[in-house]
């Protein structure tokens, strides 16, 4: 796979001490777009090359799938002359990108109060569980303990009153990872205008509530509980894929347009008229008893003839697909989506391709994910070390 190439943040350079999902995610959404980043881990690596299937030690796929567009450095940051090489490194970089506890940081000289005189143009990027200056500031936090803490797991029980569970996705660690990335982004943006680096934090639990509370703090937003906290609609026991007779289909309509035309697609364009359904404010009230009428009419025809009547009629809608039925899916084989490659030393890989499209500068896989300490001595002589300080550390 070739190393060459641009994207929106080509020339900058990233300094990534991140492990587990949230901070590789960010990161590798930055080396996607052009970055050059300097992945530095411990002797044993991090703890994603272990898990899930591999072919080689050290290269397990929950590591292959969030950490491509990246140079694996070892540093064995208890010995000083490696803090020492890591400092070096920091000092010529654009970014420094962490999720270790704030307190680890401090004592490991890495907090950006110390970094700063070394390097103030320094963008210092680094999320934990919670705000820096709250009581919570350096307890342990994973996606588990956040969508429980952020209320994700109590909305997943509301709808059937069963109990609370978590969205089997860690969407708290790569939601708050895209935040990260996305703030790094703007924190370059603007040293492009002062040239001076700043700090940025993302706590991941006020990132979920944001995220969460998007439409669910409903009559909180008028200071008012007694009005209601958390959108009916999504709590409806129909709001699922509708069942057809021989599968099932999504489909949503919002306006008053698009639901007169989903009712004339169902052969109901009788219920436009219904003073329940028919303008936005009273579907909302109703959208249970509507969506009932609806999944009770999807049961007559199939999936092909619903998906059929519903684009005629400029309905939004789509099949469910499975994790398995991705990987044959035709649209997604058209735009190139999956992407077989070969790794020189783990073999034949799937990757996905960058989502995000940029007219003048698009970014792209440019490398695949690396393995352990690949790169030390290469990024080490970049940094100006000698070959005796690069073997010292190598071995020790």
Not at 245 to 269: E, F, I, V, Y
Not at 343 to 369: D, K, N, Q, W, Y
């Amino acid at each position: 796979m070739s190393e060459a190439g641009g994207g929106p943040l080509a020339g900058v350079r990233v300094i990534d001490l991140t492990s587990a999902v949230l901070g590789p995610v960010a990161t590798q959404i930055l080396g996607d777009m052009g970055a050059d980043v300097i992945k530095v881990e411990p002797p044993q690596g991090d703890t994603m090359r272990q898990v899930g299937p591999t072919r080689g030690p050290d290269m397990a796929v929950m590591f292959l799938n969030i950490n491509r567009n990246k140079r694996s450095v070892v540093l064995d940051l208890k010995q000083p002359a490696a803090r020492a090489a890591l400092l070096r490194l920091i000092e010529g970089a654009d970014v420094l990108v962490h999720n270790m506890r704030l307190g680890a940081a401090e004592r490991l000289g890495l907090s950006y109060a110390a970094l700063a005189p070394r390097n103030p143009r320094l963008i210092h990027a680094s999320a934990t569980g919670f705000r820096k200056d709250g009581r919570h500031r350096d307890r342990p936090a994973f996606d588990d303990v956040i969508q429980g803490m952020s209320g994700l797991a109590a909305l997943n029980a509301m709808r059937d009153g069963g109990e609370p569970r978590y969205v089997p996705s860690a969407i708290a660690d790569k939601f708050c990872g895209h935040v990260l990335a996305s703030a790094v982004a703007m924190a370059l943006y603007r040293r492009e205008r002062t040239g001076r680096g700043q700090e940025v934090h993302v706590p991941m639990l006020e990132t979920m509530l944001s995220f969460n509370l998007g439409e669910h703090l409903w009559g909180g937003v008028l200071d008012d509980p007694s009005l209601g906290l958390g959108y009916g609609r999504m709590f409806t026991p129909y709001r699922r894929p509708f069942p057809t007779s021989d599968g099932h289909l999504c489909l949503m309509a919002n306006s008053d347009d698009q639901w007169q035309r989903l009712l004339g697609a169902l052969g109901r364009p009788d219920l436009a008229e219904d003073p329940r359904f028919a303008r936005l404010a009273q579907r909302a009230v109703n959208i249970g008893a509507l969506y009932a009428i609806v999944e009770e009419v999807m049961r007559t025809r199939s999936t092909a003839e619903w998906q059929a009547r519903l684009d005629a009629a400029d309905v939004p809608n789509g099949p469910v697909l499975g994790l398995a039925d991705m990987l044959e899916d035709d649209y997604l084989a058209e735009t190139g989506f999956f992407q077989r490659v070969e790794h020189p030393s783990e073999g034949r890989m799937l990757v996905t391709a960058v989502p995000v499209e940029f007219s003048e500068a698009p970014g792209a896989v440019r490398r695949l994910p690396p393995r352990l300490g690949e790169h030390t001595a290469e990024v080490l002589r970049e940094a100006g070390l000698a070959e005796a300080e690069i073997a010292e550390l190598a071995g020790g």
